[in-house]
Structure formats: structure tokens, C-alpha cells
Nanobody, 119 residues
Framework: QVQLVESGGGLAQAGGSLRLSCTAS????????MGWYRQAPGKQRDLVAT???????KYEDSVKGRFTISRDNAKNTVYLQMDSLNAEDTAVYYC?????????????WGQGTQVTVSS
């Protein structure tokens, strides 16, 4: 299991920016996929963006061109830069780590950080 600690959430105005950070308790080079998910009130938790240990990224359609996921292996940290925020981005954002091993895959979650965008 990997412990994940998120930070950087808060209140932003529409059109503004926030950067989320997720620091892992182990070397993230050993983690196959790290990602960000979000859950708005009354809705399911949805994928926002993922990055593999090879640096390949994937984004949910509504955030393409506005959000950027990146990783700093030296700091064991993954970031989510969020620009051009809108009210629909309001949600609790969760960091996720997936380790793929011979015996199966193992998923870990952070505690979540609230992002609120005012229009």
C-alpha cells in the first residue's frame, strides 16, 4: 500500500487556476500509474487525468487543454495544474496510485482535497 497526501485545493474564481499536489510515501517510479479523480456532490467519482511511470498521460475530455498532470520523481509528487477553471470543476479531488505486480494490481487513494470554483 502507498500512502498519498493531497494538498493545494481551495477556492478559486471562474477563469482562475489552482495546482494540486499529491505526495506518495514511496518512490513513485515504482508506481505504474498515478492519477487524479474527482467527485462532485451526488455524483460518482470520475477520472480526471492519469500519468504512467513512463510519462504517458491521459485526460478526461472536459479538462483537455485546461489541466496538466505531471510528476516529479525526485519529490515523489504528482501535480495537477488546473487552469481556466469553471463551476463544473467544483468537486473533491482524489489522488490515486496503481501498482501492477505479478500477483495483481493494488490501488491506493488519498483523503481528497476540496476544490470550489465560484462563478
Amino acid at each position: 500500500q502507498v500512502q498519498l497526501v493531497e494538498s493545494g485545493g481551495g477556492l478559486a474564481q471562474a477563469g482562475g487556476s489552482l495546482r494540486l499536489s499529491c505526495t506518495a510515501s514511496k518512490i513513485i517510479g515504482s508506481i505504474n500509474i498515478m492519477g487524479w479523480y474527482r467527485q462532485a456532490p451526488g455524483k460518482q467519482r470520475d477520472l480526471v487525468a492519469t500519468i504512467t511511470n513512463g510519462g504517458n498521460t491521459k485526460y478526461e475530455d472536459s479538462v483537455k487543454g485546461r489541466f496538466t498532470i505531471s510528476r516529479d520523481n525526485a519529490k515523489n509528487t504528482v501535480y495537477l495544474q488546473m487552469d481556466s477553471l469553471n463551476a463544473e470543476d467544483t468537486a473533491v479531488y482524489y489522488c490515486n496510485a496503481v501498482q501492477i505486480r505479478v500477483g495483481g494490481s493494488f490501488s491506493s487513494w488519498g483523503q481528497g482535497t476540496q476544490v470550489t470554483v465560484s462563478s
